[in-house]
């Protein structure tokens, strides 16, 4: 079985900090994709990594993609309390069946 | 474009009823997921259909039925719901098989007593 460990589980940070969430396993994927889900409602898909090393940018988000592509990080810079959700890392093409692996996700809050 | 609809949104059963979660599509996507998403244990994979007419199981099927009824529906049935079932579940879509992108339904939360 495949496992993506996502850390932190909670982060709570004032308003303008910089954070960085990160996303590992042992396992091979060939891509990876990050969400965001808000309470009530489904993951929204904010980027997908395919190559090793692959960095790609959202606004304030950074997203990197290890050499070996079996982790990854998410950045943010100046956090805004609009940031605030349910950050997941889901791994694809590891092998097995069909459909994304995904981690237990980081609770981010972003405090005014 | 409604992308990935989900019917119900909200439903109680009693252990032991039935029911069928109901997903549709209108991005003319191919594949097809239903995963279950539950507290401390993220997303997991229920059953997937990688095209119309093929269907199959993922990380925890027990319990469940699927049906890809044509190449924008699938649905996803508990013959005999149990309290272990109780969760939150979400239906998704993607274009093909070797594409990445998957797109998420806003989800049903059952609750079974």
């Known amino acids: 079985t495949q496992l993506l460990e996502q850390s932190p589980q909670f982060l709570s940070i004032q308003e303008g900090e910089n954070l960085t969430v990160y996303c590992n396993s042992s396992s091979v994927f060939s891509s990876l994709q990050w969400y965001r889900q808000e309470p009530g409602e489904g993951p929204v898909l904010l980027v997908t990594?395919?190559?090793?090393?692959e960095v790609k940018k959202l606004k304030r988000l950074t997203f990197q993609f290890g050499d070996a592509r079996k982790d990854s990080s998410l950045h943010i810079t100046a956090a805004k309390p609009g940031d605030t959700g349910l950050y997941l890392c889901a791994g694809a093409g590891g092998g097995g069946a069909d459909g994304l692996t995904f981690g237990k996700g980081t609770h981010l809050i972003i405090q005014p | 474009n409604a992308g990935v609809t989900q019917t119900p949104k909200f439903q109680v059963l009693k252990t032991g009823q039935s029911m069928t979660l109901q997903c549709a599509q209108d991005?003319?996507?191919?594949?097809m997921y239903w995963y279950r998403q539950d507290p401390g244990m993220g997303l997991r994979l229920i059953y997937y259909s990688a095209s119309e007419g093929t269907t199959d199981k993922g990380e925890v099927p027990n319990g469940y039925n699927v049906s890809r009824l044509n190449k924008r529906e699938f649905s996803l049935r508990l013959e005999s719901a149990a309290p272990s079932q109780t969760s939150v579940y979400f239906c998704?879509?993607?274009?093909?098989?070797?594409?990445?992108?998957?797109?998420f339904g806003p989800g049903t939360r059952l609750t079974v007593t």
């Open positions: 990594v395919v190559t090793g090393g």
């Open positions: 991005m003319n996507h191919n594949s």
């Open positions: 998704a879509s993607k274009a093909a098989l070797d594409t990445y992108e998957q797109y």
